[in-house]
């Protein structure tokens, strides 16, 4: 923390903190559509009053979750691709399927807030757009280097991508530059399947059928890149 901070400055942030750290227990136990600002206040030995000063409502208290842990995901991402040689995309691409697993395995109840079913009555704002594509633009780098290098071979072949998804494909594109409508749609395939991987995993439809789930992680991860085109 800046030492350039007044001491009012720090025991306000120390406070946001906790309210923070306290609320992310609370998704634990109530789930984000049972958190309560006066439930948190209560825990924390605050009259409910004073915690509105940090949070007007519950939503901002969601809305700063939020971005905390599409941060904490993102760094996550961020760290473990930097750790791989450029060159090896498809070592990339492993890493970040890892990441996110892990990440996600250590922080279930997060997990749920970012992924799970929609808070009801709960609209997030633009503010959470930075955070929440912090993965995404890690992963799009990660393919746009390899279309860019010659590096993809995806087995074929392959079904036509439909005409109506041209004016998708250019929203996507923007963090693919010069990237064809093909490879948008095989990313799109592999990013989703992974979150899809995951979200079984974590909400329980892998109970009871699938034990040792480390390894069979990795190896549709490997599926999924093979599908994608990058080399094994």
Do not use: K
């Not at 979750?65 to 492993?94: Q, S």
């Amino acid at each position: 923390m800046s030492s350039s901070l007044t001491a009012r400055e720090r025991v306000r942030a120390e406070l946001t903190r906790e309210i923070a750290d306290v609320a992310r227990g609370q998704l634990a136990v109530h789930g984000a559509s049972g958190l309560s600002l006066r439930a948190v206040a209560r825990e924390m030995g605050m009259a409910s009053s004073a915690i509105y000063r940090y949070f007007p409502s519950r939503d901002d208290l969601l809305t700063a979750l939020i971005i905390d842990g599409y941060d904490a995901v993102g760094e996550a991402v961020e760290n473990a691709e930097a750790a791989v040689p450029r060159e090896d995309h498809a070592g990339r691409w492993m890493a970040v399927c890892h990441a996110v697993r892990d990440w996600a395995l250590a922080h279930p109840h997060e997990y749920a807030l970012l992924y799970g079913s929609p808070v009801p009555g709960y609209r997030a704002p633009q503010d959470t757009v930075p955070a929440a594509v912090r993965d995404t633009v890690v992963y799009s780098r990660i393919v746009s280097d390899a279309h860019h290098a010659g590096a993809l071979n995806p087995p074929g072949p392959h079904p036509p991508v439909p005409p109506s998804f041209r004016d998708d494909a250019t929203r996507v594109r923007e963090l693919m530059p010069d990237v064809p409508d093909d490879v948008i749609v095989r990313s799109l395939i592999a990013w989703t399947g992974l979150f899809g991987w995951i979200s079984f995993e974590l909400f329980g439809q892998f109970d009871n059928v699938i034990l040792d789930r480390a390894p069979i992680f990795d190896h549709a991860m490997r599926h999924q890149a093979r599908a994608l085109g990058l080399p094994a």
